[in-house]
């Protein structure tokens, strides 16, 4: 695919991006979603190094025991959404391409995301953003 076939949107000031604003604001969703999983994924891996009876935190004013299940799996495990680096990758990229505007249209590097991949992978990360998260 070359540059000059790649949709490049202007912004305000002159500046261009390779995606369009709703587009942007989805990157933007699923960076946190993501940022999030990490979160969930060190706050395990730091429960798992203790010992099952000191496995406990406090949440509001009671205490409660951190689950041996891992309540982040259906993200990390093959064959969903974000299990592979390959993808995770990709997507930083493009976030990153989309985030910071060139100052012309030739410097836009062009998203290897199309919309409709970047709006699926967030309905997936919404589906188990809305199943894992207890709030607190």
């Known amino acids: 695919m070359s540059i000059s076939s790649t949709p490049v949107f202007r912004k305000r000031f002159g500046m261009f991006v390779p995606c369009d604003l709703p587009t942007y604001r ?52 093959p064959g969903t959404v974000a299990c592979s680096t390959d993808a995770r990758e990709l997507f930083l990229r493009d976030y990153h391409n989309a985030r910071f505007p060139k100052a012309s249209a030739e410097a836009v590097v062009p998203s290897e ?8 992978l967030l309905e997936h990360l919404e589906q188990w953003h809305r199943e894992v998260f207890v709030p607190w």
């Open 113 to 120: 995301l199309r919309a409709d991949e970047v709006a699926s």
């Open 26 to 77: 989805q990157l933007k969703r699923i960076r946190h979603l993501l940022t999030f999983a990490d979160a969930m994924a060190r706050r395990w891996s730091r429960a798992q190094r203790r010992l099952p009876k000191n496995r406990w935190f406090w949440r509001g004013r009671q205490r409660r025991v951190v689950s041996d299940v891992m309540l982040f799996a259906p993200f990390w495990l």
